[in-house]
T-cell receptor, first 113, second 111 residues
């Protein structure tokens, strides 16, 4: 069974641009979570989607947004990129109600220059 | 007090030794707990779930102490491949749907 997939693997943008990251959950999983992990630091929770709705949001500015599609895949958009946005962005999925048992994708490494 | 707290380490342990580290949590209403491991520059992977007093899986044992509000992870006969950062996760909030992630404990197994 295919795991969580993310694209692209790497993304290089310049300050002020917009970035779009994509995630496909494990088949049957309805919840998708997004995390930011700066180099050498812990996971910072960004967003949680379930059944197409945003269920929870971490302490990030509004320029971080996303959505979940009817097929449960998800997109994370980061507008007005700043140098500090350079990080590994991880997507995870879980069964509905299984928030603690998340399965992660390999991540998208975003570099802002 | 932080909602979830872990000793960042690193714990430097010789191969074959037993090592244990704790994770303390502040929400007494939390019902379930999870340990993840994250290898360097890789994604986290679920290691163990703890729903009652504890759980054991091979060389790994997770225990829950509700009175003192901590969970522990014990690794016996440690292998070089156990070197990783171990993340503690505590669901909280309404219906335990909001996750709080610890910053992780770094473990280095030395030959």
């Amino acid at each position: 069974e295919a795991g969580v997939t993310q694209s692209p693997t790497h993304l290089i943008k310049t300050r002020g641009q917009q970035a779009t990251l994509r995630c496909s959950p494990i088949s049957g999983h309805t919840s998708v979570y997004w995390y930011q992990q700066a180099l050498g630091l812990g996971l910072q929770f960004l967003l949680w989607y379930d059944e197409g709705e945003e269920r929870n949001r971490g302490n990030f500015p509004p320029r971080f947004s996303g959505r979940q599609f009817p097929n449960y895949s998800s997109e994370l958009n980061v507008n007005a990129l700043e140098l500090e946005d350079s990080a590994l962005y991880l997507c995870a999925s879980s069964l509905a109600g299984g928030a603690g048992e998340q399965y992660f994708g390999p991540g998208t490494r975003l570099t802002v220059t | 007090r932080k909602e979830v707290e872990q000793d960042p380490g690193p714990f430097n342990v010789p191969e074959g030794a037993t090592v244990a580290f704790n994770c303390t949590y502040s929400n007494s209403a939390s019902q379930s707990f999870f340990w993840y491991r994250q290898d360097c520059r890789k994604e986290p992977k679920l290691l163990m779930s703890v729903y009652s007093s504890g759980n054991e899986d091979g060389r790994f044992t997770a225990q829950l102490n509700r009175a003192s509000q901590y969970i522990s992870l014990l690794i016996r006969d440690s292998k070089l491949s156990d070197s990783a950062t171990y993340l503690c996760v505590v669901p909280t909030g309404d219906s335990n749907y909001q996750l709080i992630w610890g910053a992780g404990t770094k473990l280095i197994i030395k030959p």
